[in-house]
């Protein structure tokens, strides 16, 4: 996903509280800088300021970062000879979505993955009838034909 010019992320959002692999193809990369900081922050205020050196590749600069809890993610990059990629001075900015609830199961009893739920009557009564057509359509031709008792009397 790329959400600006030269940083792209490995997931189609951001959401809080994950990792998140980003690469960075920007100045720095382009001018073949030999070290990429990357300054990063959350929310608005910039809280958890943290400092990560960049690992380079031949895509960029790369490094996974955890998500922390915010409005959004905010991160800047910085070169070896303390040049900065600050947008312009705007920072790069990108809104963190918090997880989604709608899949989490608020219940007083606890449900393990490991339980067996009853199967439904109609599931049962397909697999019965399904069973009935394939002996009718292999048994029925050897009754007719005969050829189901000679195999039964050449056992004996």
């Known amino acids: ?19 998140v692999k980003i690469s960075y193809t920007g100045k ?23 400092d990560v050196e960049m690992e380079k590749t031949d895509l960029g600069f790369q490094t996974e970062i955890e998500l922390l809890e915010g409005d959004s993610f905010n991160l800047c ?9 600050n947008n312009e001075g705007e920072n790069y900015i990108f809104p963190l ?22 199967l439904r009557k109609t599931y049962l009564w397909s697999k019965k009838v399904k069973l009935a057509v ?11 034909s005969g050829n189901y008792r000679r195999k039964a009397n050449n056992k004996n």
């Open 1 to 19: 996903m790329e959400l600006t010019k030269n940083i792209f992320f490995n997931t189609d959002k951001l959401i809080e509280n994950s990792k």
């Open 28 to 50: 720095f990369y382009q001018d073949n800088s030999e070290k990429v900081i990357i300054h990063y922050g959350f929310g608005p205020e910039w809280n958890n300021i943290n």
């Open 77 to 85: 990059f910085k070169n070896q000879n303390d040049e900065w990629d």
């Open 97 to 118: 979505e918090k997880i989604s609830q709608d899949l989490i199961v608020v219940d007083d009893e606890p449900k393990f993955l490991g339980t067996a739920r009853p």
């Open 134 to 144: 394939y002996k009718i359509i292999t048994y029925l031709p050897k009754i007719i």
